[in-house]
């Protein structure tokens, strides 16, 4: 897989061949073939490879109050993790050109569906809790919950696409002052 | 450009090759080559064609109030505007799969910024009227700005990657009530 993230770094998902996989990693085509059935196989276990391991990692102090809860669980999806051979932004690049091939392929964009699902239901579960507890106020968790997973993954592509270095702090800036911020109960004054 | 239109939604940008385009309009490569220097040439003048059709098509009520102006602001980027050969969508496949591409290249980079800088621009000029007039409160209008600039670009990319096709619906409610709303400077009560 490692050896798959490289070959793909450094050629791109449109224009990789399976043997650039193996000259990554010091096998033939033969044997990446026993394996993965084709490119689009190995493409598929890389990408579930890559969403295993960013949401493995999502730990959150279990004693935090519930604002500080949603604001460490955006940092984590806009910032991190870390792991030891390549950093959240090569990661990240790879996983934004995947998703904007999925539009033609099925299997990967269940893979981004299942994947989206589980990121936004662990911020939609927090602002439920929220509400629970009295800390925000009656919103529609499910609408909030995308909008912070928008926004999260649309200040990624800026970074990515057009070069902007500081849209993740953006994001982190505006979701916490201008989508949190808004749902704490004791803002609300009037119920029109 | 309505000729390069139907290759790209065809074939896609990696595997479209100048005959593709040719044989839409029954012009030979060495035409085409007349005219634009390569392929990456003539998918910058696509680009800025593109671009050019859904800026110059914005048009808001001049006496709306500033409410009503930025809401129809969200909605003209998330469905329309809609031309006579091609729908929005159509063409926002072909946006969407040039943007994930714009990272390995320099000019559609900065046709993208110049483009994003005056979607931004034309949502951040009406936060600051509506601060001016004492409509929305004190916010930075450049961070609101971006934040549903970036919104309405990744729901519309959700739309097309994931096939969520109430996506566009989900952001004009989520932008308007979480929000926009929390701008209105009527809601705010203390400055804490």
Redesign the interface.
Known sequence: MEATFRALSEH?Y??LRMRDIGDEMELTRQVIHYHFDGKYDLMSSFLEYVIDQYEGSVAVDAGADLRTELDARVEQCLFGPEFEEFSHWDRM?VY??L??????DERH?EL??EH?ERIRGSIVEVVEDGIDEGVFRE??PE??G??I???I???R??R????HDDAPE??R???D???V???LAD?E??DD
């Open positions: 791109g449109s224009d690049k934004h050109e998703y904007a091939h999925a539009q033609n964009r981004f569906n989206y919103v529609d609408l909030v995308q909008l997973t928008d926004a993954h649309a200040a592509g800026r990515i696409s057009l070069g953006q994001a800036r505006a979701v002052e201008y989508i911020e808004s749902l803002r004054t009037t």
